[in-house]
C-alpha cells in the first residue's frame, strides 16, 4: 500500500501561492514523473511528500495513511537529490549505510544490507571511497544506493540528473528505470526534462505554477495534450502553435501540428515557405520554414536533406494529427 | 621590445608594492630576526657599552631549574620545630643558593613551588628566574583554560545564531560588538566591573544572593585575579570565532541536513554526522589563532593588574615588555619572545599534524 494521495494541497509563502489547491493520485507501483518548467513547483509538491516542506492547507496520505504532519523519516519515503547529497567525510559504504549507523544496526547486519544495494547498483568495488574520488554518475548511484537501502514505500527524485552530461544522463534513465522494475516500488520522479518525463514515466504530471495541466500516460500527452501548454512541451522538437488569422480559418484559437507530422517537399505542397536554415542530424533533419501568415515553422523529416537556405519549399500537414484548442482547451 | 615588455612591468609592479612591503619588512620582519640576535647578546636599550655576545645565556638564565629536598629544623628528639605561627621551621632557602660550596647548581636561584613529602620533609623546586616560570605556567594556564571554553562557546553561539529566526541579526551584532571595541577599553570597564568596593560583578552577585554573598576584590586577589582576567577574556573575543564557526556552519550544503533528516537522524546525531565534520577545517583554523591570540595575552594584564598581585597575572608577553623596556633589558626581553615564538610554533605544527587530512 504505497499510492500517494494530494487531498486539496495548498502551498502559500506569505502571500505567495505556489501551489493552489493540488488534487493528485500516484498510483502505487508507478512511476510518475512531474514535469514542467523551471518554478512551477514541481520540486515543492516532491518536497511536500518528502516532509522537507509544510503543507498550508490539505491532507497528503501515503498508502491511506494521513502523513501531512509527520516527520520527514516517518513517512516511509526516500529521496534522492539533485546535488546527491553524499557525507564527503564518509566513504560510500558509509554514506549508503548512514541511516542504518543512525539506527544503530549491528555490524555484520548492516555490512549485508549495503552489499546488497552495491551489487545492485555496481558500487561493490568502490566501497572504500570518498564521494571526491568518484565519477558525477558513480556519485548518482551512491545516493541511489542510500536510498535503497531505506527500504521506503516511496522513492522520490529530484531532478536526480541534471548535473549530469548528456550520455551519462541516457544511460542512468536506463538504469533508473530498470531499478523500478526491480524493486516495484511508487517512484515519483522531478524534471525538467521532457525527454527523461517521456522515456521514464507510466505516468505524467504536466503542471504550470502549480496546477496540473495534465495527467496521462506519455503517449496520451504526447498524441492528445489538453491545451497548449501541454503541447508545446511535451515533444520534441516542440509543437508548431499558431495562433491568430490562420488559426481562426481553422476554426480555432490556437492550430497545432508536431513537426514530425509535417511533410516537407521541394516542388508541392499546402503551404509554401523559404527555408530559413536546417540542422542536419544524420538520422534526420530539422527544417525551419518562413511561411507567410503563420510564422517559422519547425519540419522534421527523415534522413538527410540538401535544401539551401533560402530556397522555396512546400510543406503538407497530416490532416488526421491536427491538434486544434480553443479556450486553452482542446477541441 | 616584446622581451622588455614584461620585465618593465614587473619593475612596476616592485615598485608598486615597495611601500607596503618595506613597512612590512621595517616593523615585522627586521624585529624579528633582531629578537632572535638580541637574545644572545648582553644588549640594553640604552648603554654606553658595547653589545657582547654571550651565547645561551640569557636561555639558561630563563630556564635553569633545580631541586632540593629539605628537612625541617628539628629538636633534640627529632620533632621539627615549629614557628610561633605554628608552621614547620625550615632552614632558610638562602642558606643553600648563597654561596653554598655544596649546592654550587643552585646558587642565585630562588624557590618556585615545592611539594611536601612524608615526615614533614618537602621537596622544592628552584628556578633561576621564578617570576619567568611563573609567567610561562600563567600563560599556559590561560591558553589551557580559555581556548577550549573560547572555541566551545563560541561554536555554541554559532549555532544558536545559525537558526533563521526573526531578529537574529540582532543577537550577531550583539555577539560581536565587544570584538569591535579596543581591548583596552573593554580592560578599563572590567576593571570597574570587578571593582572590589563598588563593582557591578559584586553588586549583582550580591542581589542574587539575597545580601549573602560576600563582596571579593576580584582582580586583587592571588587566587582570582587571573581567573577573572581569563573571563573577560573569553567574553571579549568569543563573538570573533563566533564569526568564524559561523562562516563554517554556511558552507555545509542544506541537502546534506535534508538528507539526514529524512534518515531520521536525532538533533546530536545531525551535530556529529553533518554538522562537527563539515566543521573540521574551521576547527583547525580556530584553534590555531585562538592559541596564538591566547599565548599574546598582555593587553589585559598591562591595564588590569600588570602582572600583580603577588605575581598571580604575570604573563610571557607582559614580561617580555617589562625587562625590555621597564628594566631596559632588551636581550632578556627578546629571550623571553624566541622562547613563546619556538613554543606558539610548536604547538602551530602540531595542531596541524593531528588535524591532518588522513585519507
Known amino acids: 500500500m504505497s499510492t500517494v494521495k494530494f487531498n486539496a494541497v495548498n502551498k502559500t509563502y506569505g502571500k505567495v501561492t505556489v501551489v493552489p489547491g493540488l488534487n493528485l493520485e500516484i498510483p502505487e507501483g508507478s512511476f510518475t514523473v512531474l514535469v514542467g518548467p523551471s518554478g512551477c513547483g514541481k520540486s515543492t509538491v516532491l518536497r511536500m511528500i518528502a516532509g522537507l516542506e509544510s503543507v498550508s492547507s490539505g491532507q497528503i496520505t501515503i498508502g491511506g495513511e494521513d502523513v501531512t504532519h509527520k516527520e520527514p523519516a516517518d513517512r516511509g519515503i526516500a529521496m534522492v537529490f539533485q546535488s546527491y547529497a553524499l557525507y564527503p567525510h564518509m566513504t560510500v559504504e558509509e554514506n549508503i549505510g548512514f541511516g542504518l549507523t543512525l539506527k544503530k544496526t549491528p555490524k555484520a547486519e548492516k555490512a549485508r544490507i549495503v552489499k546488497e544495494a552495491s551489487e545492485i547498483l555496481q558500487l561493490d568495488a568502490l566501497l572504500k571511497r570518498k564521494p571526491k574520488d568518484l565519477s558525477g554518475g558513480q556519485r548518482q548511484r551512491v545516493a541511489i544506493g542510500r536510498a535503497i537501502v531505506r527500504n521506503p514505500k516511496v522513492f522520490l527524485f529530484d531532478e536526480p540528473l541534471s548535473n549530469l552530461d548528456a550520455s551519462l544522463r541516457g544511460q542512468m534513465r536506463v538504469e533508473i528505470a530498470e531499478l523500478h522494475k526491480k524493486i516495484g516500488a511508487t517512484m ?26 495534465q495527467v496521462g500516460t506519455p503517449m496520451d500527452l504526447y498524441n492528445t495534450p489538453a491545451n497548449p501548454f501541454v503541447a508545446g512541451f511535451i515533444g520534441s522538437p516542440k509543437m508548431n502553435l499558431i495562433e491568430g488569422e490562420f488559426a481562426k480559418r481553422h476554426g480555432c484559437e490556437v492550430y497545432g501540428i508536431r513537426a514530425e507530422h509535417i511533410d516537407l517537399d521541394e516542388q508541392q505542397g499546402e503551404w509554401q515557405g523559404v527555408l530559413s536554415y536546417a540542422e542536419n542530424l544524420g538520422s534526420d533533419t530539422i527544417s525551419h520554414v518562413m511561411v507567410e501568415g503563420m510564422g517559422s515553422l519547425t519540419v522534421r523529416s527523415e534522413g538527410s536533406v540538401f535544401i539551401k537556405p533560402g530556397q522555396t519549399v512546400y510543406l503538407t500537414p497530416r490532416k488526421e494529427l491536427v491538434h486544434k484548442f480553443s479556450g486553452d482547451k482542446r477541441i | 621590445m616584446t622581451d622588455g615588455k614584461p620585465k618593465s612591468q614587473n619593475k612596476v609592479g616592485w615598485l608598486m608594492a615597495l611601500p607596503a ?79 653554598n660550596p655544596d649546592y654550587e647548581h643552585l646558587q642565585g636561584m630562588r624557590e618556585w613551588f615545592s611539594i611536601p613529602l612524608s615526615n614533614d620533609r618537602k621537596w622544592v623546586v628552584l628556578a633561576k628566574d621564578a617570576l619567568f ?29 545559525n537558526q533563521k529566526l526573526p531578529g537574529i541579526n540582532l543577537f550577531r551584532t550583539i555577539y560581536f560588538m565587544p570584538v569591535v571595541i579596543s581591548i583596552v577599553v573593554v580592560s578599563i570597564l572590567w576593571r570597574f566591573i570587578y571593582d572590589g568596593e563598588n563593582g557591578l560583578l559584586n553588586a549583582i552577585l550580591g542581589f542574587l544572593s539575597f545580601g549573602l554573598f560576600e563582596p571579593v576584590d576580584w582582580l586583587g586577589n592571588p587566587s582570582t585575579a587571573l581567573g577573572s582576567i581569563m573571563a573577560m577574556s573569553i567574553w ?24 539526514a533528516a529524512l534518515e531520521g537522524a536525532k538533533r546530536w546525531q545531525v551535530f556529529r554526522y553533518v554538522t562537527w565534520p563539515g566543521l573540521r577545517n574551521t576547527a583547525v583554523l580556530i584553534m590555531v589563532v585562538i592559541t596564538m591570540q591566547a599565548f599574546a595575552l598582555f593587553a589585559q594584564v598591562d591595564v588590569m593588574t600588570r602582572g600583580g598581585p603577588v605575581d598571580s597575572t604575570q604573563s610571557l608577553v607582559f614580561q617580555s615588555v617589562q625587562r625590555g623596556y621597564e628594566k631596559q633589558d632588551i636581550a632578556g626581553g627578546s629571550a623571553i619572545a624566541v622562547v613563546l615564538f619556538l613554543m606558539v610554533l610548536s604547538i602551530s605544527l602540531i595542531q596541524r599534524y593531528m588535524s591532518r587530512d588522513r585519507s
Not at chain 2, 50 to 75: A, C
Not at chain 2, 243 to 248: A, K, P, T, V
Open chain 2, 236 to 259: 571579549q573575543g568569543v563573538g570573533f570565532h563566533m564569526i568564524i564557526w559561523l562562516s563554517g556552519l554556511q558552507t555545509i550544503p542544506g541537502s546534506l541536513y535534508e538528507a
Open chain 2, 21 to 99: 612591503s618595506s613597512l612590512i619588512i621595517l616593523f615585522l620582519i627586521v624585529p624579528f630576526l633582531l629578537a632572535f640576535w638580541f637574545s644572545f647578546t648582553n644588549q640594553r636599550l640604552v648603554s654606553p657599552n658595547p653589545t657582547e655576545f654571550v651565547g645561551w645565556s640569557n636561555f639558561s638564565d630563563l630556564m635553569g631549574v633545580g631541586s632540593l629536598t629539605i628537612d625541617p629544623k628539628r629538636d633534640a628528639e627529632g620533632k621539627p620545630v615549629y614557628k610561633a605561627n605554628g608552621d614547620i621551621q625550615y632552614p632558610r632557602m638562602r642558606t643553600f643558593t648563597r654561596n
Open chain 2, 133 to 161: 616560570m611563573k609567567a610561562l605556567t600563567n600563560t599556559l594556564l590561560f591558553v589551557a583554560i580559555v581556548a577550549p571554553i573560547q572555541a566551545g562557546l563560541a561554536l555554541l553561539l554559532a549555532l544558536l545564531i
Open chain 1, 188 to 213: 515519483v520522479y522531478v524534471t525538467h526534462d521532457q525527454v527523461e518525463a517521456m522515456t521514464m514515466a507510466d505516468q505524467i504530471v504536466a503542471l504550470r505554477a502549480g496546477e496540473i495541466e
